[in-house]
């Protein structure tokens, strides 16, 4: 049987690349006559500019220095295809690049995206895709709009501190960004609005450290910050767009420079050619660190899955963990959380276990 092994990461223990290996490991330890082709996804998140480095051989890496979400020195790599620039927005402000004490989106700034994007742009590029997703930031892309050339003032005139925190004392912007004849595309991880209960600050900002009474003051904070700029750069609407409450709102302020969104997951499966790796293959094996609820609103698991049942090809999802357990597109969701006992268990050593699961489920696997 030929078995075809897409996942995404596993944030905060392994990198595609590794999970794919994994699995691809413990199913042949299982069935050893079978073949199996690691393909490491990602959805606009970590990893997004690895799996493009690999899809696009006549793309140069550049390095650049910028700044990490609390503005320290770090140096990061985008892509360069003629006047394309691929850009993953997690390189300056990932939740990886802080611990986990420092995570506070009322703090952490976009500022060192925009100096990325502004260096792509120096060089030359007109068209420039930016993966979102993964971000220690919830700022609505204020931080970046500034390292653009925007300048934002509270009410006596002075400029605005860096994070999502103090977006409410935004009463001025002024300025023009430098990115005239550019084209923008975010290709976010997630559909969410910038706004509400399904986003950036309710459905993400938890994981990036704001909890209680944090959360509803950001939602206000942003919510005043997004009246103000679609009035001042627009379009009206932005803010409620699919896709504005992805990365901490890097989605609404590329709307703002009049940016349009593609789903982060289809770009980069177009990119490596998924649809036909898929009909080329018996089994489809896709996985992430956690399958729930915000997976199948259009992360890589779910389209790799939907590309999978469009070729009436078996997918099965092994996760760290899941609480999800079936799916129309899926043949079946297994967790290492489930076989070990515990997430603790599961993430403590991590390729261990994604083999053992990949090898208990081969050995169980009817064809
Ligand atoms: N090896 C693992 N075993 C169990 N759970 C894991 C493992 N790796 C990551 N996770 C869980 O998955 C979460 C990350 O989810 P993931 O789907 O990888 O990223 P994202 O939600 O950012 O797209 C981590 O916070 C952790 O709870
Ligand atoms: O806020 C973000 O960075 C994402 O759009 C959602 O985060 P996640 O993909 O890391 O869960």
Known sequence: MRILIAPDKFAGTMSAAEAADAVAAG?????PGDTAATLPLADGGPGFVDVLAHALPGATRRTVATCDPLGRPVQADYLRDGETAYIESAAACGLHLL???????RRTTSYGLGLIVSDAIETGARRIVVGLGGSATNDAGAGMLTALGLTLLDSTGAALPYGGGVLSACAAIEGHARTRGVEFIAATDVDSPLLGPHGATYMFGPQKGATGSALPFLEMSLSSFAELAERRLGPVGASEQ???????????????LGGHRESGARLTCEAVGLDAKIAA???VITGEGSFDAQSLRGKLAAEVASGA???????????GRSDVDAHPDLAGVHSVTELLGSPEAAMREPVEGLTSLAEKVATEWRE
């Open 281 to 283: 293959s018996d089994l």
């Open 309 to 319: 049942a469009v070729h009436g090809k078996p997918c099965l999802v092994l996760a």
């Open 242 to 256: 699919p896709g504005a409450g992805a990365a901490g709102g890097l989605g609404f302020a590329f709307f703002l």
């Open 27 to 31: 199913w042949l330890r299982a069935r």
């Open 99 to 105: 611990e986990a004490a420092e995570r506070d989106p």
